[in-house]
């Protein structure tokens, strides 16, 4: 298909607000780092997103990645700035970063940030903190640093294994868990927990990505789903992309679509949440070429 296919673009792709603004404010932290009284370097507090072309952007520009690990910490680190990520971090390690006198840089997502003060508020009135989501992933480790000894449950058979039940307690969910699975371990739990207080912490940038790809139905033979071959919500998108178009593909960049999706009379466009607006309007530009 030579310079005639149509392209569609998902209504909603790409960044969402919580890594939009963690990217901005790694950006500002490096503009920053070289004008006094700061200096460099910039570290993030493990990778900043899921996404090896942002990494890399943010890598020439001088940004480091700690490894999460305080051993790793390298000798010239007092007075470095250091990015909190959007998932949030531990008050310990917050903490342990501050003796260190890192200056810290606090881009945790304002929903993350949200369940974080609601776990320790709720852990603060006796109440039990259960935690739903995966227990590895930063978001719930920073959370579950803010009500020590809450519970993490990472799916509905887990519910069901509990065997010691709280007379009261809270529910909190990881932001990206799929609201079937939360409502799961949500109905368990309220057979077994007298007081069950559920909030719905989901955050709906997965939701909205997902609605706008299943948008693209009927309009577009197929889709490419553009973002990090490590990003979860992009792994998402193309699952449902393969189950609803005769075609889709997951690339990282412009240099991976393939020959077929060229051929296509119509084709779609979706992005994950930690994709940077400028790998899309790449890949889009490399499709108008001829
Ligand atoms: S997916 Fe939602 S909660 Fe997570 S960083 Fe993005 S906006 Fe924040």
Not at 62 to 86: W, Y
Not at 178 to 192: F, G, T
Not at 207 to 212: D, L, S
Not at 266 to 276: D, E, K, Q, R, V
């Amino acid at each position: 298909m030579k310079g005639d296919q149509r392209i569609f673009r998902a209504k909603i792709m790409g960044y969402c607000m919580g890594v939009r603004r963690a990217v901005e404010v790694t950006e500002n932290a490096l503009a920053d780092a070289n004008r006094p009284p700061f200096s460099p370097p910039v570290y993030t507090y493990g990778p900043l997103i899921h996404n090896p072309v942002a990494l890399a952007r943010l890598s020439a520009r001088g940004a480091r990645v700690l490894s999460g690990s305080f051993a790793d910490i390298p000798a010239d680190f007092a007075g470095a700035t250091v990015v909190i990520r959007a998932h949030g971090v531990p008050p310990v390690e917050r903490l342990e970063l501050v003796k260190r006198n890192a200056r810290l840089v606090d881009a945790t997502c304002p929903r993350v940030l949200s369940s974080q003060k609601r776990a320790k508020k709720w852990h603060d009135a006796g109440f039990a903190v259960i935690l739903a989501g995966d227990r590895n992933h930063g978001e719930i480790a920073g959370i579950a640093g803010y009500a020590p000894g809450c519970i993490v449950l990472e799916n509905k058979e887990d519910a069901e294994r509990l065997v010691e039940y709280p007379a009261r307690a809270v529910l909190i969910s990881q932001t990206t868990i799929k609201q079937s699975e939360y409502d799961a371990i949500a109905q368990v739990l309220a057979k077994k927990i007298p007081d069950l207080r559920v909030f719905h912490t989901i955050c709906p940038a997965t939701q909205e990505r997902q609605k706008a790809l299943e948008d693209l139905v009927g309009l577009v033979e197929g889709v490419l789903v553009i973002g990090g071959k490590n990003s979860a919500n992009t792994q998402r998108l193309f699952h449902t992309a393969q189950n609803l178009f005769p075609h889709a593909w997951h690339i990282e960049t412009p240099e991976e679509i393939p020959a077929e999706a060229r051929e296509l009379a119509a084709i779609g466009l979706t992005a994950g949440a930690s994709t940077p607006d400028e790998v899309i309007a790449a890949v889009e530009q490399a499709l108008q070429k001829v």
